[in-house]
Antibody, heavy 119, light 110 residues
Framework: EVQLVESGGGLVQPGGSLRLSCAAS????????MSWVRQAPGKGLEWVAN????????YYVDSVKGRFTISRDNAKNSLYLQMNSLRAEDTAVYYC????????????WGQGTLVTVSS | QSVLTQPPSASGTPGQRVTISCSGS????????VNWYQQLPGSAPKLLIY???QRPSGVPDRFSGSKSGTSASLAISGLQSEDEADYYC???????????FGGGTKLTVL
């Protein structure tokens, strides 16, 4: 059974940093692109970033470029999102998703982890 | 403002057929496949339709998708109360080099 479990969310002050993790199981992690998708409270879905199987390609939404870094450790079956210079508008539930084709096809999702940026 | 445009709301009575539209441009829907997601209240999104019109295993055939030019549609026939959810379309955008979502459509079953 495919499972994606996010962790690392919490309350952080504006300008602060946070690192999210996603533990994957039930599939060959190293064979798939992976993505982070977020959802602000009461709002719609917003794709944040994705990463190729070997980590050689990464894409980001414009609003997080230069502040967020996506990475993965295939030996640990884990996906990460390092978030720096956090802003109030980054407040959201962050979902880890398996990116089946790197073309917006997210076939499995985690349950999400809430990041709140507030003073 | 989302790159893909969906109506914010839709509604129907049990047994009815409803459609949800998703409008984009040549750089996203016009050149890439469209996927649809269902998000039940308080839950993570779930893949509903992929590659314009394909249903993952376990998704009832009441759900169908189509695409024409720079627009796509999701149709739900035989509407049921458990279909009440938010629905999102998504596609890769060649100009933005990223995934774009529609703003979401809240479906109410009256």
């Amino acid at each position: 059974e495919v499972q994606l479990v996010e962790s690392g969310g919490g309350l952080v002050q504006p300008g602060g940093s946070l690192r999210l993790s996603c533990a994957a199981s039930g599939f060959t992690f190293s064979s798939y692109w992976m993505s982070w998708v977020r959802q602000a409270p009461g709002k719609g879905l917003e794709w944040v970033a994705n990463i190729k199987q070997d980590g050689s390609k990464k894409y980001y939404v414009d609003s997080v470029k230069g502040r967020f870094t996506i990475s993965r450790d295939n030996a640990k079956n884990s996906l990460y999102l390092q978030m720096n210079s956090l802003r109030a508008e980054d407040t959201a539930v962050y979902y880890c998703a398996r990116d089946y084709t790197a073309m917006a096809l997210f076939d499995y999702w985690g349950q999400g982890t809430l990041v709140t940026v507030s003073s | 403002q989302s790159v893909l445009t969906q109506p914010p709301s839709a509604s129907g009575t049990p047994g009815q057929r409803v459609t949800i539209s998703c409008s984009g441009s040549s750089s996203n829907i016009g050149s890439n496949t469209v996927n649809w997601y269902q998000q039940l209240p308080g839950s993570a999104p779930k893949l509903l339709i992929y590659s314009n019109n394909q249903r993952p295993s376990g998704v009832p055939d009441r759900f169908s998708g189509s695409k024409s030019g720079t627009s796509a549609s999701l149709a739900i026939s035989g509407l049921q109360s458990e279909d009440e959810a938010d629905y999102y379309c998504a596609a890769w955008d060649d100009s933005l080099n990223g995934v774009v979502f529609g703003g979401g459509t809240k479906l109410t079953v009256l």
